[in-house]
């Protein structure tokens, strides 16, 4: 029993196990990385911009999907995890400090380009270090992981390619291709060859801490949107409370109610309980790649593109020099604002219609009526765009919640009964040896 638990100084996962809180508190320094993509276009927002944010939002995630996989296969709070873990941390975090300058380097200081490879690829070579510590028992699966380790390695030397590229980037719109290229191209070597030679490693051991880790990640995005609504007209300068700040703060706060409810009210436990229901290994490791590890990145992308643009918005109508209710809203931040959310809608739609096989369609018509309105969206001061955003997010819940009837009463009376049926053997558990 001891040999299959342990295996060279880690202890390997169970069907059974959840999120620990050692991983949650990496995913605050993720989320934290996440939300720094934005700098790469809050200051300058251009369509290539608004590419780098995606692109770094992509390497990120992987990196942090990466490490969900890892605390799947080997408990992240045993063993030599937590130094792996701390270790992880620490690269994050200095990346994501880096972030700003993670394409055209910055005077004075180190290379922030190059900084930001060697973070990269720090995290993702503690990843393939403890799985190759847990394939070594394994003749097949210590092959797959040599072929394994060649991807960040590659894409590493794709990035520090791009970072060693002329300075004064931006100015040269050949070079600003190529450097994006060379991004897109080490993205999809992680993306693509990562899935088609990692089949192995595609295994979800407990669906459970699979799902949670995911849906944690999407309710710790929605808390990090209401700090950047909180941060965004700078309160804490002093500038004035106004009633058009009240009234835009609390439009925010419904959008953001309404993102959650749309996540976590069914389709939540609906993801989770057929990934339960999957018993066969490969069609279960394709599910949780397909609807978790590929849908749920645009679903935090939205997120935080909903973020940056209500962020902007409000820091605009707390300011006593602009008018009382904001200025026009422009195209491009109804891009950013409407189709943050929309991204996010869509998203949704995407993971029901390959989990459970169910297309919901108020999410699709409240991204059409989106789309509709985002013409008019960018005419009007930026608290009348949002009052129609949080018009069209409240008829969505609205009407899908009225329409799923028994379907939704179905899944969450079964994710209950779960729940209860877990409380009650915990607590006959620790009556026992407590």
């Not at 030397?157 to 290229?181: F, H, K, N, Y």
């Not at 897109?184 to 799902?211: D, I, K, M, N």
């Not at 679903?299 to 643009?309: D, E, K, N």
């Amino acid at each position: 029993m001891g040999s299959r638990r342990w295996s060279h100084g880690v202890r390997l996962g169970a069907p059974g196990s959840r999120t620990t809180r050692l991983e949650l508190f990496y995913d605050l320094v993720f989320v934290f990385a996440f939300f720094n993509v934005t700098t790469l276009t809050s200051q300058q927002p251009t369509v290539s911009n608004l590419l780098r944010c995606l692109l770094v939002l992509g390497l990120l995630w992987w990196c942090w999907t990466g490490f969900a996989g890892l605390g799947n296969v080997v408990r992240a709070d045993q063993g030599l995890l937590p130094v792996v873990g701390f270790l992880t941390l620490t690269a994050t975090f200095l990346l994501a400090l880096t972030m700003p300058g993670a394409f055209n380097d910055r005077p004075g200081g180190l290379n922030g380009p190059l900084v930001f490879v060697s973070c990269y690829f720090l995290v993702r070579a503690c990843q393939l270090a403890v799985l190759g510590v847990v394939a070594r028992g394994d003749p097949a699966r210590w092959r797959q992981w040599r072929r394994l380790v060649l991807l960040p390695a590659t894409a590493t030397a794709l990035l520090i390619v791009s970072a060693l590229l002329p300075r004064r980037i931006a100015e040269d719109g050949t070079a600003t291709a190529l450097q994006l290229t060379l991004w897109t191209v080490a993205l999809l070597v992680e993306y693509v060859a990562g899935v088609r030679l990692g089949g192995a490693y595609w295994e979800v051991v407990s669906a459970g801490h699979w799902a949670e880790r995911h849906a944690l990640m999407v309710l710790i995005a929605l808390g990090e949107s209401i700090i950047a609504l909180g941060v965004g007209p700078n309160f804490v300068t002093g500038l004035p409370l106004t009633w058009p700040v009240v009234i835009a703060a609390a439009l925010g706060i419904v959008v953001v109610s309404v993102l959650w409810w749309a996540y976590f009210d069914t389709l939540a436990l609906a993801l989770e309980q057929a990934l339960h229901r999957s018993r066969d290994p490969v069609a279960r490791a394709r599910l949780a790649r397909d609807a978790y590890t590929y849908l749920h990145l645009p679903i935090v992308a939205g997120v935080i593109f909903f973020a940056l643009g209500l962020k902007d918005l409000l820091a605009e109508v707390a300011d006593p020099g602009t008018p009382e209710w904001g200025l026009p809203l422009g195209g491009y931040w109804v891009l950013v604002l409407y189709g943050g959310v929309s991204l996010y809608l869509l998203s949704l739609v995407a993971c029901g219609l390959r989990a459970v096989r169910v297309l919901r369609w108020p999410p699709v018509l409240a991204v059409l009526a989106l789309g509709a309105l985002a013409p008019l969206g960018a005419q009007v001061p930026e608290v009348g765009a949002l009052t129609l955003l949080a018009l069209v997010c409240v008829a969505l819940v609205v009407v899908e919640t009225r329409g799923q009837g028994r379907r939704r009463h179905r899944v969450r009376q079964l994710a209950l009964e779960e729940e209860e049926a877990a409380e009650t053997e915990q607590s006959r558990w620790r009556h026992e040896h407590l």
